[in-house]
C-alpha cells in the first residue's frame, strides 16, 4: 500500500503527522517537563490544559524566554493570521494559549493580518476580498480575549509603513537560494510570494523598532509556521535585533478521519461561526473509532486514539481530567457508544461557540482599539 507522502509546509499539510519525527526535521526542541514545570511556576496556577494534554508540544529557546523574564526582561507576543477566509477551531487553538502567555508574561501582542501573503497565494482572491476577511477575522481575534490596552492588530496592506524599513533590512539578507531551501520556491513562483517572508519576520522586530529597547519576541503557532521564523533568527542578529523564540502546537485534526482541520474540506471543519444545525450535522458525520454495530462496539469496545470525537474532548472540550480517563476506559469496554459521545460533544461545541458568537459581537465596538494606526 503506498503510504501518502507527509508535507507540512505554511501552504499545505497532508500525510500522516508524527510530530517526533516533525521535531527532527524542523530541527526544533521537544517541551521538556523541566520547561512545562518553569511555566507552571511563573504562572503561579497548574498547567495550561493544551500544555497537560500536549497540544503543545515542541519550540525554539521558549526555555530561554522564561529564564530572560524571570531575569525582569521585556517579553513581547506576536502571532497572526493568514485572512483567507472564515477562522476554525484549528486556527483558534494558538490564540487561546497566546491569550494565556498574555496574561502570565503581562507581554504586549502584535498580531498580524496577512492579507497579502493570501492575495499572493491564493489565485481567486482579491485584495478587497481578503481586507473583507481580516476585518471579518479580526472579530474573533478579538473575542480570543487579548487586553486591548497591551494588543496592536496589524494589517499588512494597511499598516505597511511601520513594516517596509524592517522587511528591507531583511530581504537584503536573504537570498534566494535560500527561499527555495526553506520554503520550496520555484521558478514559477510569483516574486510577491518570495519576497513576503520578510514581511512576515517584520512584527518580531517591531517593538523593539518603535521604542529602541531591546525586548524579546515569543511566536506561538503551529508548526507549519517554522520556516519562517528559520529565516527571520537567521537574519536577526545581522541586523541588530534578538531572535525571536517560538513555541509550537500540533495541528488540531479534522472530522474525517486522518489531516488536519482545514477549510479545504468544510464537512471537517468547525468555523467559530458555525451555527447549532452546522456543528450537529458536522459532528453526526464525524469519524470514530467505533466498531460497525452496536453489538460489536458492546463486544469489543472502541479506539479512542483513532476517534476524531474523542480527541476534540481530549484536546479542548473536555478540560477535566477524571472525566477524559473515564469516557476513554468506558469506550474501550464498550460501555459508551459513539453516538453518546458525539451528542456530549455537540452541547460542548454549541455551548463554546454560543459564547464565542457574544464575544465576537461586543469585538464590533472594539476593533478600533485593536487596530493599529
Ligand atoms: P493561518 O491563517 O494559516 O493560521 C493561523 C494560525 O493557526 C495555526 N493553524 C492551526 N493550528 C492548529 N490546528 C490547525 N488545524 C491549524 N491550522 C492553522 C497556524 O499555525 C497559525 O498559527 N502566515 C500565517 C499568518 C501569520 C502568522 C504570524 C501565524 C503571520 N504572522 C505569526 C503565526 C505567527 C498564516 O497564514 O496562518
Known amino acids: 500500500m503506498n503510504e501518502e507522502e507527509t508535507v507540512v509546509t505554511p501552504w499545505e499539510v497532508k500525510g500522516k503527522l508524527d510530530y517526533v519525527k516533525l521535531i527532527e526535521e524542523f530541527g526544533t526542541k521537544p517541551l521538556t517537563k523541566e520547561i512545562i514545570d518553569k511555566l507552571k511556576s511563573i504562572s503561579g496556577g497548574q498547567h495550561h490544559l493544551m500544555i497537560r494534554r500536549k497540544l503543545f508540544f515542541s519550540h525554539r529557546d521558549f526555555d530561554l524566554i522564561l529564564n530572560l523574564y524571570e531575569e525582569g526582561e521585556k517579553i513581547v507576543l506576536y502571532t497572526g493570521r493568514g485572512p483567507s477566509g472564515p477562522v476554525h477551531l484549528g486556527h483558534y487553538v494558538p490564540w487561546i494559549f497566546t491569550k494565556y502567555l ?20 491564493h489565485r481567486n482572491l482579491t485584495l478587497k ?63 510577491g510570494l518570495i519576497f513576503y517572508p520578510a514581511i512576515q519576520a517584520v512584527p518580531a522586530f517591531l517593538e523593539m523598532e518603535l521604542t529602541g529597547e531591546r525586548t524579546y519576541t515569543l511566536i506561538p503557532c503551529a508548526i507549519d509556521q517554522d520556516p519562517y521564523w528559520r529565516i527571520t533568527r537567521d537574519v536577526a542578529a545581522k541586523i541588530g535585533y534578538t531572535k525571536p523564540a517560538s513555541i509550537y502546537n500540533k495541528f488540531f485534526p479534522g472530522l474525517l478521519a486522518e489531516g488536519k482541520m482545514s477549510s479545504s474540506i468544510p464537512e471537517s471543519t468547525i468555523y467559530m461561526t458555525d451555527r447549532d444545525e452546522d456543528v450537529k450535522m458536522k459532528i453526526m458525520n464525524a469519524f470514530t473509532g467505533g466498531q460497525p454495530t452496536i453489538r460489536e462496539q458492546r463486544e469489543k469496545g472502541g479506539n479512542p486514539e483513532i476517534c476524531t470525537v474523542f480527541q476534540y474532548l481530549y484536546f479542548l472540550f473536555e478540560p477535566r481530567d477524571d472525566k477524559i480517563r473515564e469516557r476513554e476506559k468506558a469506550c474501550r469496554k464498550g460501555e459508551i457508544l459513539c453516538g453518546e459521545c458525539k ?31
Open 102 to 121: 498574555q496574561d502570565v508574561l503581562h507581554a504586549k501582542l502584535y498580531f498580524q493580518m496577512t492579507d497579502d501573503e493570501k492575495f499572493l497565494f
Open 129 to 191: 476580498e481578503t481586507k473583507k476577511y481580516t476585518i471579518d477575522n479580526a472579530l474573533d481575534v478579538i473575542a480570543a480575549g487579548f487586553d486591548p490596552k497591551k494588543t496592536k492588530i496589524i494589517v499588512d496592506s494597511e499598516n505597511i509603513s511601520y513594516l517596509y524599513k524592517i522587511a528591507l533590512k531583511v530581504a537584503k539578507n536573504i537570498t534566494f537560494s535560500t527561499m527555495k531551501a526553506v520554503f520550496g520556491f520555484k521558478a514559477s513562483t510569483n516574486i
Open 343 to 373: 451528542q456530549y460533544l455537540i452541547d460542548k461545541i454549541i455551548k463554546f461557540l454560543g459564547e464565542h458568537r457574544k464575544k465576537r459581537k461586543r469585538a464590533e465596538s472594539l476593533l478600533d482599539k485593536f487596530l493599529m494606526k
